[in-house]
C-alpha cells in the first residue's frame, strides 16, 4: 500500500515512479521516487507525456513566489491515462474517461459546493487545490507535472485532447489558452471590436490568435521586445506597438487584455480605451507598484476594468475547442524551444532561465506521436 513519504529505495519498479522535486528557491530539482497511489473512487493515474514550463513556474524557481515545499512544480501536462478508479472520472463531455486516452485537466480543482462555487466563481473555490501548488505529501503527492505519473483528484475537469493537435501545442491549453479563453469571457463579445494586447508572452500570442478567431477587426500587441512583436504578427497581430508609440498613435480600443502585469500598461488602457471599454486585467500577479488612474475617465468613458485569476471548467472547453479549430493556422508549436528528458531537468530550467524563450518542454518518457 502506500507510503506517505518519498522513498528513494523501493524494489519494484512497476510501483514506483520518478519526479523532479522543488526544495526551496534557487536549489536544483532533486530526482526522488515517488510509490504509485492505490486509486480511490473519482481519481485517475495518468503519465505524463509532456509537460511546459510555465513563466509562474520560473518565479517560484527564483523564489519571487512562494510555494510550501518539498513539491513538484508544474501545471501545463498533457497526460495518457494508464489507470482508473472504479467509479472513474468522467472527461467534460461527461463521457467515461478510458486508459489511453490523451488528456489535459484544469488546474484547479474546486469543490462545486461552496458559497463561490455555487456563485459561478469555482475558479475561486474556497477549497481550491490547484496542480504544481501543492507540497508533495501523502498519497496525493504526484499532484506536478515534472514527473513521470499525476494523480488527477476527484472532481477534476478533464478534457480529452483531439488527434492531431501536438503535445507541445496541446501542453500550454490548461494554462495560458484557458486563462485568455476566460479573459475573453470576462470581456464579452470581440466580434468587429478592436483589441489590444499587452505583453507578448504565451498569454499574448494566445489572445492574438483568439482574438482574431473570435472575430475582431484590429489586434493590435504592445511589448517592448520587438522579436516578440515580429512573431505575434505570426498570430494575427495587425499592430505592433511600442509605450511611446501608443501614446503619439491617438489610439483607441473597444477591448484592452493586460498579459504584461506592468503597471505602466494598466495605465495606459485607461487613457486607450474608447467609449464603452473594457479593460482585462490578467497578467498582475506578482506585487508592483499601484497604479494611477484617473477616475473621471473611466466615469465618462462608461469603462469598466475587470480581474481574472484562474479559470472556470467552461473555459478549459473553449480553450480546447479554439486549439483544436485553429492551431494549424499559427505557429503554437514554435513556442516550445526546446524539450528535455526529466533527467536534465534543471538543464531545461536553466536554459528557461537564460534564453527566455516562450515555453522549455520536459518530456518524462518516450511518447508516440498522437
Ligand atoms: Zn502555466
Ligand atoms: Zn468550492
Redesign the pocket.
Known amino acids: 500500500m502506500f507510503e506517505n513519504q518519498p522513498s528513494g529505495d523501493s524494489s519494484d519498479p512497476s510501483q514506483t515512479c520518478t519526479a523532479a522535486v522543488f526544495h526551496g528557491a534557487g536549489r536544483p530539482l532533486q530526482l526522488q521516487s515517488f510509490p504509485r497511489p492505490v486509486l480511490r473512487a473519482g481519481e485517475a493515474l495518468v503519465r505524463v507525456r509532456l509537460c511546459t514550463i510555465c513563466g509562474s513556474d520560473l518565479h517560484t524557481l527564483k523564489g519571487l513566489r512562494i510555494e510550501p515545499t518539498p513539491s513538484i512544480l508544474a501545471h501545463e501536462v498533457v497526460g495518457e491515462i494508464v489507470d482508473l478508479a472504479q467509479p472513474g472520472p468522467r472527461d467534460l463531455d461527461g463521457k467515461p474517461l478510458r486508459r489511453g486516452d490523451r488528456v489535459t485537466w484544469s488546474i484547479c480543482v ?5 458559497d ?2 455555487r456563485s459561478g466563481l ?1 475558479q475561486k ?4 487545490v490547484k496542480y504544481g501548488h501543492s507540497v508533495a505529501e501523502g498519497r496525493e503527492a504526484l499532484s506536478g507535472g515534472l514527473a513521470e505519473y499525476m494523480l488527477l483528484r476527484p472532481g477534476t475537469a478533464i478534457a480529452t485532447l483531439p488527434r492531431g493537435v501536438p503535445d507541445e501545442v496541446a501542453s500550454p491549453i490548461n494554462c495560458a489558452t484557458s486563462t485568455i479563453a476566460a479573459a475573453y469571457r470576462a470581456a464579452g463579445d470581440v466580434d468587429r471590436q478592436r483589441v489590444l494586447i499587452f505583453g507578448a508572452g504565451m498569454l499574448g500570442m494566445t489572445a492574438v490568435a483568439m482574438g482574431k478567431e473570435l472575430g475582431a477587426t484590429q489586434v493590435a500587441i504592445c511589448d517592448v521586445d520587438q522579436q516578440r512583436m515580429t512573431l505575434a504578427e505570426r498570430f494575427g497581430a495587425s499592430d505592433t506597438l511600442t509605450v511611446d508609440s501608443i501614446a503619439s498613435r491617438n489610439a483607441s480600443f473597444d477591448v484592452i487584455l493586460e498579459c504584461s502585469g506592468a503597471p505602466e500598461a494598466i495605465e495606459a488602457s485607461c487613457q486607450l480605451g474608447d467609449v464603452g471599454a473594457r479593460v482585462i486585467l490578467v497578467g498582475s500577479v506578482m506585487e508592483s507598484r499601484p497604479v494611477q488612474l484617473d477616475p473621471t475617465t473611466i466615469v465618462r468613458k462608461w469603462m469598466s476594468i475587470a480581474g481574472v485569476h484562474n479559470y472556470a471548467p467552461m473555459d478549459l472547453r473553449n480553450a480546447v475547442d479554439f486549439i483544436a479549430r485553429s492551431h494549424h493556422r499559427y505557429p503554437f508549436s514554435e513556442l516550445v524551444a526546446k524539450t528535455f528528458d526529466l533527467s536534465d531537468v534543471n538543464a531545461a530550467i536553466d536554459h528557461s532561465l537564460e534564453h527566455r524563450p516562450i515555453r522549455v518542454a520536459v518530456r518524462p518518457g518516450a511518447s508516440t506521436p498522437w
Not at 110 to 114: A, G, T
Open positions: 474546486s469543490c462545486f459546493d461552496c463561490r462555487c469555482p473555490c474556497r477549497r481550491l
